[in-house]
């Protein structure tokens, strides 16, 4: 079913910036615009200021495409025996034509310019880049062009309640991935054989939930030493054993039909020591700081803040050494998503938007513990979306384990 809040926000949005329409190529703004997220980048989306949408797909993607908000899918064959062309050129044509049917040929129309972080949708994505604005002018050469990167940002960043339900899903079929991964860790576990026993149900059971098409993601597992470094911009499994009585920071971004997630949880096998206890105290102190200070209104800043105070008054500051969080959903690991939930943010909180909250402490050649959830602001605060395994008891498996 279409997404009619989606369609009237982009609607309004263009009549504001005195727009006639919005053509965009990256997967994730197409997702945005049609509700389609494109398997391989090839897809275009189109949008007017009068709230008509359309897709233009790849013959191969069209029965996939026709499941999101696009009022009209249009297909084409972007690679062809007859003759060598590349994506741009081998779309020129339907393009042309179906701007001229919207009534774009000799509009002010808007479309992305500037760097981006793209969630992988397949094992290599095609992404048109500075060749959309080639395309376009030789699409509607008498066209006005004009970069909608921040339109595109602020609409990205706050979810309609259609969209937030999609990432519900998304963290749903997460829960059910970390719990069969949770059951199964085991000391002597290689971080690599770890890190698929939470990856694999992303892709089982997403693919048997009612209504999704494609799901999958990414997980990670990073045990004893390794897990400090979590905090870097990746992560990375090994062929390190894990053993009993350190931290196994799994992380995972994974998605629904191009709604994302991000989270992290991090265990102990076996008993742990007082200073692992100490640390997932002090952590679980700060997310229940920044949930507490999560309402519309607020500067991300002061969710950073609520937390970050919560580790300086134990001293542990100067290991938490990253922003507490950034926009997800359509997003997965960029930090610049709308809303930045940094210490130096001046992004004000609104009802919809959907973002991570990670608060985090690493320690060199010893480790790290992070409890990464997504979060939704809601009218009276925040709606948790990944409520499992929210106790340090859900996280220290049991005893046994460290025999097994």
Same mark, same amino acid.
């Given at each position: ?5 989606? !369609? ?9 910036? $005195?727009?006639? +329409? ?14 389609? *997220? ?19 797909? %790849?013959? &191969? ?28 050129? =081998?779309? @020129? ?9 919207? $009534? ?42 004009? %970069? ?18 999609? !990432?519900?899903?998304?963290?749903? !079929?997460?829960?059910? @991935? ?8 085991? %000391? ?31 997980? *990670? ?20 054993? !894990? ?14 039909? $191009?709604? *994302? ?15 692992? /206890? ?11 700081? =920044? /949930? ?11 969710? &950073? ?24 959903? /359509? ?35 010893? +480790? +790290? ?17 990944? %409520?499992?395994?929210?106790?340090? &008891? ?11």
């Amino acid at each position: 079913m279409p997404d009619k809040e989606r !369609i009237s926000r982009v609607q309004s949005a263009l009549q504001e910036e $005195g727009l006639d +329409g919005v053509v965009c190529g990256l997967p994730v703004y197409v997702l945005l615009l049609s509700g389609y *997220w494109p398997v391989v980048g090839t897809s275009l989306a189109v949008a007017t200021r009068d709230g008509a949408c359309a897709l233009l797909a %790849p013959e &191969d993607e069209e029965q996939l495409a026709r499941h999101g908000n696009a009022g009209e899918v249009r297909t084409y064959r972007p690679i062809s025996l007859e003759k060598i062309q590349s994506v741009a050129e =081998a779309a @020129a044509q339907p393009l042309r034509r179906l701007l001229s049917d919207m $009534g774009l040929s000799c509009g002010r129309v808007g479309y992305e310019l500037g760097s981006a972080s793209e969630p992988a949708s397949y094992s290599a994505m095609h992404l048109f880049g500075g060749s959309l604005v080639e395309l376009l002018r030789a699409a509607a050469p008498s066209m006005a062009l004009a %970069p909608a990167d921040d339109l595109l940002a602020r609409l990205a960043a706050v979810k309609t309640p259609a969209e937030v339900e999609r !990432i519900r899903t998304s963290c749903q !079929i997460a829960a059910e @991935a970390f719990g069969a991964g949770r059951a199964r860790l085991r %000391p002597g576990l290689q971080e690599t054989a770890a890190a698929e026993m939470f990856r694999a149900p992303l892709r089982v059971v997403g693919t048997l939930r009612r209504g999704v098409q494609r799901a999958d993601g990414f997980a *990670w597992c990073m045990a004893g030493k390794n897990s400090a470094e979590a905090r870097f911009a990746y992560a990375r499994s090994r062929s390190t054993q !894990i053993g009993p009585g350190e931290f196994v920071l799994v992380h995972c971004n994974s998605h629904a039909d $191009g709604y *994302w997630t991000d989270v992290t949880r991090t265990y102990v096998l076996g008993e742990p020591e007082p200073r692992h /206890l100490r640390l997932y105290d002090a952590v679980f102190a700060a997310r229940a700081a =920044a /949930l507490a200070a999560i309402r519309t209104g607020v500067r991300a800043s002061e969710v &950073d803040r609520a937390a970050r105070l919560i580790l300086e008054s134990r001293g542990l500051g100067q290991t938490f050494t990253h922003p507490a969080g950034h926009g997800v959903g /359509l997003a997965s690991i960029s930090a610049n998503a709308l809303p930045r939930i940094h210490p130096k943010s001046d992004d004000v909180l609104e009802t919809g938007m959907v973002f991570n909250l990670e608060p985090a402490l690493y320690f060199e050649n010893w +480790g +790290g513990v992070r409890h990464c959830d997504v979060v939704v602001v809601t009218a009276s605060g925040a709606d948790v979306l990944t %409520p499992f395994q929210p106790r340090t &008891d859900d996280l220290l498996l049991a005893q046994e384990r460290q025999a097994a």
